[in-house]
């Protein structure tokens, strides 16, 4: 049996993973308004890594015989004045996510939940990466984003993204 407090932050994490899907769909909205459709690609594909985490999550508690609720997802309302204010944001989430992983797994450890703590493994895993990534596109834009010809390199090097989904086994 699973214990409650862990159940509840496993049930949680799926709401937020929605939500952060509903977030990059936003963001990716911000771009293509600007005619950045490289940057739009970026966080549409982001947004369908969130979908899928959602669903890692949702078919885990399902496969540990847990029930799942599903709550509403709150809009997000991201303050966007420019282009680096989207990423910056996208860094500022995965940081939050990270700390919610975080939380998660050290529920799991505190009462010796091994098999938890195993399928987050690959979410602190993915957590790492997500971070890396949003630090170097804010790098990239510092450098590249004031010249319209490097935006314009920068948004080509963003729309040769393609979606690779999660290669986590349950």
Partial sequence: MMDKTVHKLLNQQINKEFYSAYLYLEFSN??????????????M???QEERDHAMLFYTYLQNQNQTVTLESIDK????????MDVLKAGLTHEEYVTGLINNIYSAAYDVK????????DWFVKEQGEEETNA?????????????PKSLYMLNQEL????????SLVL
Wanted: proline share 6%; with cysteine.
């Fill in 30 to 43: 911000y771009f293509k308004s600007k005619g950045l459709d490289g940057f739009a690609n970026w966080y």
């Fill in 76 to 83: 997000p309302d991201p303050s966007i004045s420019c282009h």
């Fill in 135 to 147: 630090n170097d596109l804010i790098s990239k834009m510092e450098l590249f984003g004031t010249d």
């Fill in 45 to 47: 594909i982001q947004a």
């Fill in 113 to 120: 939940d091994f098999r938890t703590m195993q399928f987050l």
């Fill in 159 to 166: 729309a040769a993204r393609v979606y690779t989904a999660p």
